[in-house]
């Protein structure tokens, strides 16, 4: 006598899948909500005051460049002088040319700026 095995109906099949289907539906639904939901706080603080900065007694930056060679170097320097209420981080050199070229907008080979000192 063989032993009988008995196959679930299709009905079951169809309710165990929905039951696995809302299952995953409700984990990715509380996912979202929890990501949804999130919250973080931040602070700043603005203060009012004065910040001063002037170049002076030496400024050469303005002095002139002309029958410069491939190799040459020149040095310029300034002074650069803090007076205000409010804390002072740091300052952005900038150069411009006045006719743009190959020496201020080649990367490798134009000309290149270097700070040496700060102090």
Known sequence: MRPTTTTPSLSAKLIASIAVLGVAAAIAGLGTFATFTSSTSASQTIASGTLSLTSGPTNR???????????????????????????????????????????????????????????
């Open 61 to 119: 930056l303005g002095t002139g460049a002309t029958a410069i060679a491939a190799g040459d170097t020149m040095q310029r320097a300034i002074d650069l002088n803090y007076a205000g209420s409010v804390d002072f981080g740091s300052t952005t050199l900038t150069t411009s040319a006045s006719s743009s070229s190959a020496l201020d907008t080649d990367v490798i080979d134009g000309l290149h700026l270097a700070i040496d000192k700060c102090s």
